[in-house]
Structure formats: structure tokens, C-alpha cells
């Protein structure tokens, strides 16, 4: 198959994002996909808040829609974008690509972003296979995103059970040594809607659990070692209590579900912070309303008439985000600014 390239699909890398987001202190969303009604209302709700953003595709997302099938969703979702919203751009994504095969494929199907998380490898072979990505992009100005440091719980098949926290001095030589465009840290977040063991919580006056705080001197040590270069956080949704109660309320049982509280995620926008990855926030969306149908609706089957209301309240929670936790609603003119 021939090479496609996203500059012909209408995509952008991430470098004007970034250096726009450092710049004027707000994140990037970056909104995990995996169907048509999730990719409608991450569109939709960017579009009308005027938001940058980045549409990311796991390789579990592959497989369950199909790769060929998801390129061409994102390509629609590009011509959608243009008439909706005609200024604006996004990037495309591939979240915790683990293998370089991964993202070559990925890059060559119109992708203009890659992730390779080879946060689990030795800091050598962290090193190594990064460098052996960014090599291959970089030819065709495609962004390459690292990590280094190990989310607690599931980054996809790679299972950890307890977090490694980013060594601060280890990025100057990672940055320098793989020539990356962003770097994924761990200050505390994981991935999920358990972030947090509720030994870990402290409980507020009415019980509810309370999360220790993000190590932002972690943070601060890393932006100091590496001055604004472009730090991305994973594992970021809020968990909203909202939606967890209507699961438990019609039918679902969700235990002790914790996140990261809004005013952190606004914190960690206006630093070095300028991709903030969210995707269970949305599953439990999507869950909490086609429960909701079914409960009030039982002898509903027209799946339009429950994933639309899902699809709707998606939309509502990213203009939410966009506008009141990362601030990127407004930014949207910025990309060709640079
Ligand atoms: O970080 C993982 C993302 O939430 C994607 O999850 O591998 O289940 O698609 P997934
Ligand atoms: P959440 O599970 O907190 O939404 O994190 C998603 C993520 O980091 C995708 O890479
Ligand atoms: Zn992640």
C-alpha cells in the first residue's frame, strides 16, 4: 500500500499546538476514540468551542473498529470539521503505539502524531526504540510523544502495578538522546476510573474519597530541567461523580471510583503541561446515559434512540472541559498563528 501523508488529509502535527499551549498556558485535549457516535461529539464540541485538538486512536481502538475503517473515520471527521468549524485543525494520534512496526504503520496510513511508550523498557531501551521512531517520523514532520516514569494500573497490554514516578534527571538526557517533541511524565495520575486505592484517599465531611495531590514538585523539577518542552499527562479524567452515581443508581456497580480533581487538570494547563489525555471520562458518559435509556425505556432497541442521548451528553462534558478545566475553547485560530 502506498504511503498516505496527513498534510493531504487536512491534519496537523502537534507543534504549533504545543508551542501556542506553552505560550497562552491552556492544554491540548487529546479525546480517545473507538466509534462513530464518540468521534461526532468530540468534532462537534471542538468545533463549536473553538478548541485545538487531538483525536487519539489506541490499538485496541484498531482492532475494534477496524484500522482501514478508523483512518477513514478521522478523514471524515476532517472534512466534517471544515464545515463546521472551516479555521481549525487536529492532529491524529496513536496512544501507547508499543512496537516501532506499530507506528510506522500508523505514520504511513496519515497519522500525524505517534506515541511510543516504551516507558517499560530499560532507560537504554526506552532510548533506543524512541530514537528509532522519531527517525522514521521526523522525515516525514510527523510528532513523536515518549514517556518516561510508569503510570499505576493498565497502560494498555503493558500492566503495572505500581507507579515509578519520572526521574527529573533523567529527561535532559532522554529529550536530548531521542530528539522527541513531547514527553509523557508520571507525577501521580493512572489510567482508569480507580486511579486511587481508597487507602490512598483521605474522605471529606460527607464521606466522599479524596485523592492525594498530583506531585507538582516532580512537575516543577522537570519544567526546570527542561524549559518549556512540551510535558504531556496521561491518566487525567475527573472520574465527575456525576455520572459514576447514575451508573450505580440505574443498574451499574462501580466501586470506589476516584479521579483527578478539575482544579489540578487547571493547574497543570497553565504550566509546561500542553496535552492532557482523557478517555474513561467518556466511557462513563456514554454508560451512565444508555443505562439511564434502559432503565426508563426498557422496551427501547432502536440503538440511534440510546446512543444519541450518549453521544449528546459526551459533547456537553467536552465543551465543558475545553472551556473550564484545560482552556483550550477560543484557541482554536491559534494553530496557523505560529
Ligand atoms: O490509555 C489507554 C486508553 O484509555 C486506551 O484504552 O486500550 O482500552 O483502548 P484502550
Ligand atoms: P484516563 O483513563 O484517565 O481517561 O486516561 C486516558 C489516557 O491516558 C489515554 O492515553
Ligand atoms: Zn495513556
Redesign the pocket.
Known sequence: MSRISYQDLGLVNTKAMFKNAIEHQFAVPAY?F?NLEQLQAIVTACAESDSPFILQV????RKYAHQTLLRFLAEGAGAMLRELNPHLRFALHL??GDTFELCKTCIDSGFSSVMIDGSHHSFEDNIALTRKVVDYAHQYDVSVEGELGVLAGI??EVSSEHSTYTHPEEVIEFVKKTNVDSLAISIGTS?GANKFKPEQCTRDASGVLVPPPLRFDILEEIEKKIPGFPIVL?GASSVLPKYVKMINEFGGKIEDAVGIPEEQLRKAARSAVCKI?I??DGRLVFTAMIRKVFKDKPGEFDPRKYLAPARDELKNMILEKNKNVLGSAGKGKLIFAS
Open positions: 480517545n473507538n489506541s490499538s485496541g481502538a496512544d501507547h497502560e494498555d489510567h496521561h489525555n478517555d474513561s
